[in-house]
């Protein structure tokens, strides 16, 4: 991990856009609702996102977190998920 992004590794909301563009990710994770995604998807259309290689190549994993965060037999459910978009993708 980058050691500016280490401070987030557990969280948090103070991660500047030059901060995350400056550092490109092969992969993006998020835990964002179903309704909250697509306004994420269409940010990442900008050209400012394009040059990230998680973006370009579409290896944008999401695991909502009306899942992941309620429980055992729910993180099972994201867990499952998870695996699932991975092997989707095109490696």
């Keep these: 991990m980058p050691k500016n992004l280490k401070k987030f590794k557990d969280g948090g909301t103070g991660l500047s856009i ?6 490109p990710a092969n992969y993006f994770f998020t835990q964002m609702t179903e309704a909250e995604l697509p ?15 998680a973006i370009k190549n579409n290896r944008i994993i999401n ?9 055992p037999y729910l993180v099972d459910k994201a867990v499952d998920d998870l ?4 092997k989707n993708l095109q490696l």
Aim: net charge negative; proline share 6%.
């Design 83 to 86: 695996i699932s978009q991975m």
């Design 63 to 71: 695991v909502s977190r009306e899942n992941w965060n309620y429980g």
């Design 18 to 23: 030059e901060a995350f563009v400056a550092e």
């Design 39 to 53: 306004s994420l998807l269409e940010r990442f259309k900008e050209p400012l996102y394009q040059g990230i290689p």
